[in-house]
RNA sequence: GGAGCUGUGGUGUAGCGGUCUAACAUGUCGGCCUGUCACGCCGAAGAUCGCGGGUUCGAUUCCCGUCAGCUCCGCCA
């Protein structure tokens, strides 16, 4: 640095400051030459101020200061000077002060770079992502590394404060069947053999709790070779933690408080606790999801005892076939086209919906190509059960119950988008408890676990395990903040009897179970407090509180959809000789082209 | 595995069968300018319209394929 030393960052200086002696470093945002005058906007993490070159204050500086570019990394000296009158700028944070330089070292040369260093800035993604270290000096994207650096030791201080211990666990640990595709990792001191990054560290803080480590937590990377979403990576970031002794209350109850202070202290927002619970059924017949955004209403409202009756095929055949008849009314919408009607049936189709039954409802009543089939009273009840209004739409799907949730709940958050009735400023977290604790897999043929295999059932509920295996309700939980699902967990299974039923349930027999967790059952064996925990997408709880629409904006150097990274096109080839030493052989005839470059 | 949207100078957009020899803004480069802050003024350079094929007398424009990015379904807690 040419033998100078920083003395202040460019945005910590105010008009108090003014008449002293500054060194700034940091680089050039903007310059304005002036000709006899030249004004450069010198930028660091903090923010901006103005530095101004003169040849009154010192010429050679003023004269270099002309071959200065963009981006270029400059150090300052000068005093810091009260602006002229009439000529501060209300509109940055330093606008009152400017620097007055004697001094000016240029530390860096740039290229001029791809694309605007600024916010709000709309560059094809793709360029961002290549030059991530670019984009990561938007100051919005400073923002937002700050704001996960606050998050994570805010809530590393809380869970110190509340008795947990931050333990770290294997990064090359066993595949285990069940959940997410495992990233591999070959072996190459054992031929043939592979480990497998961790989904989570599930297993090993339940072995921490047999060893009476009784509160762990961990910030901890895992990862799932999924395909990818605005809000899934295939390496992200979990808040990872188990409690001993404690049952669903105590969980809930403690990351209530964690969650409050969360928001107090990075967005100075007061949550009211305790959070809203949904069952999850509940929140399946009220919302159509496990996740709901309870921001705006637009219930899901159920006729299927109307719909049984009445002369309209497709509702009543849903309704004798198992399935339901259920609706939303899109409030306002009365004046919808049949091309608008059209789109929404489209956005329904995409969840399996097989159509996408309407009411107009006017002051003489509800218009419909349907109501040919439904009798004055039947029609009567329908509107009253919606509130129905003149200008309301009212859009029905008959169909099985998974489908009309699906659909309805998607058209539910669809429309709101579309009628932007969903106030942005507002934080709604919930609870969503009594998972089911299996699910049936129409693939394998058999049941399989909702959350994972450890999970402990309801006590009421464990008699249904051999009879009804459907109905049994999990000790497990979701936290869900504006329809986004931040994290979950469980109370886990701790007898041996319990545990065995549930293996039964999902088919596995003992022998099978063993071999796949033979290590977690002998621990189980020595001594097993009761204990649950639970864990948070970091990247999502971040994306949230930064009002940001995709993880990727919050995670430093993200992949896209494709799960490649383009900035360093990982993955890339290897050697053939690192395939030899790991004794993996490609079944690809043609191996894929090194440099296939993706950036035109 | 599937559906949809997008791809035009460095960047963001316009053009959607024919003076398109591709327009505008911004950036870049050169000149002028002592109070700007999206500085201003004058001038210049910069694009085989993602790639391949087809239809057509003629394609940036229409069709098919392909690549890349994004959103979603499936998949995934």
């Known amino acids: ?18 008449g002293r002696v500054v060194t700034l470093m940091g680089w050039v945002n903007t310059r304005r030459d002036h000709g006899g005058l030249i004004f450069v906007d010198l930028r660091d993490r903090t923010g901006l101020i103005q530095v101004v070159f003169s040849p009154e204050i010192n010429s050679a500086s003023f004269t270099k200061a002309g071959g200065v570019r963009s981006e270029y990394v400059l150090a300052v000296t000068g005093r810091v000077s009260i602006r002229p009158e009439g000529t501060d700028n ?8 400017e620097v007055l330089v004697d001094e000016l070292r240029v530390l860096s040369q740039a290229k001029t770079p791809p694309f605007y260093i600024e916010d709000g800035v709309e560059v094809d993604e793709n360029l961002r992502l290549r030059y991530r270290y670019l984009d990561l000096r938007r100051p919005e994207m400073q923002h937002a590394l700050h704001l996960r650096h606050r998050a994570a030791k805010a809530v590393r201080d809380f869970l110190d404060e509340h008795g947990f211990w931050e333990i770290d666990t294997p990064m090359l640990t066993r595949s285990t069947p069940e959940g997410a595709r495992d990233f591999l990792v070959p072996s190459r001191l054992n031929a043939g053999r592979f480990y497998a990054l961790p989904q989570s560290p599930q297993l090993f803080k339940q072995l921490l709790m047999v060893s009476g480590v009784d509160r762990y937590f961990q910030i901890v990377r895992c990862f799932r070779d999924e395909d990818l979403r605005a809000d899934r990576q295939p390496e992200f970031t979990q808040i990872d933690m188990e409690l001993s002794f404690v049952d669903v209350e105590d969980v809930l109850e403690l990351m209530e408080k964690m969650v409050s202070r969360l928001c107090r202290e990075m967005v100075g927002l007061e949550v009211e606790t305790p959070l809203p619970r949904f069952t999850y059924q509940e929140a399946m017949d009220r919302f159509g999801s496990d996740k709901p955004d309870t921001r705006f209403g637009m219930e899901l409202v159920d006729i299927t005892d109307i719909a049984r009756g009445c002369g309209f095929k497709v509702f009543t055949s849903a309704a004798e076939e198992g399935g339901q008849v259920r609706g939303i009314n899109a409030a306002g919408c009365g004046g919808y086209s049949r091309k608008d009607i059209d789109d929404l049936t489209k956005f329904a189709a995409i969840y399996r ?35 129905a209004r003149e200008g309301d739409l009212l859009l029905f799907v008959a169909d099985q119950p998974d489908v009309v949730a699906a659909s309805l709940g998607a058209l539910r958050v669809h429309l709101a988008e579309q009628l932007d009735i969903i106030p942005r400023d507002k934080f709604n977290f919930l609870w969503v408890t009594d998972f089911p604790l299996l699910e049936y897999d129409e693939e394998e043929k058999r049941w399989v676990a909702m959350h994972h295999p450890f999970t402990s059932p309801l006590e009421e ?31 886990r299974i701790h007898r ?3 545990q065995e039923l549930m293996f039964n349930a999902i088919g596995l027999t003992k022998e099978e179970a063993h071999e796949k967790f033979f290590y977690m059952l002998e621990a189980f064996e020595y ?14 709880l971040i994306m949230l509180l930064a009002g940001k629409k995709t993880i990727r904006d919050v995670i430093p150097f993200p992949k896209t959809q494709s799960a490649t990274d383009l900035m360093t096109m990982a993955p890339g080839n290897v050697d053939e000789r690192q395939l030899r030493e790991l004794h993996i052989k490609s079944t690809l005839k043609k191996l894929p082209d090194q440099n296939n470059n993706k950036n035109k």
Not at 1 to 18: F, I, P
Not at 362 to 367: N, R
């Open 1 to 18: 640095m040419q033998g100078l030393k920083r003395s202040h960052y460019c945005g910590e200086l105010t008009a108090v400051d003014n």
């Open 353 to 387: 919906a097989r159509g996408l039954a309407y009411f107009i409802v006017t002051a003489e009543g509800a218009k419909s190509p349907i109501t040919k089939f439904f009798n004055d009273q039947e029609i009567a009840a329908i509107l009253e059960r919606f509130n």
């Open 496 to 498: 041996r009897d319990v």
């Open 461 to 491: 509920d464990l008699p249904l395990l051999q009879t009804d295996p459907g109905k049994v309700r999990a000790r497990a939980y979701d936290i869900v903040l504006n329809g986004i699902e931040i994290g979950g967990g469980s109370i």
């Open 527 to 540: 001594g097993t407090p009761p204990h649950g925990g639970i864990a948070f997408g970091f990247d999502r």
């Open 90 to 97: 209300p509109n940055l944070a330093t606008g009152e002060i």
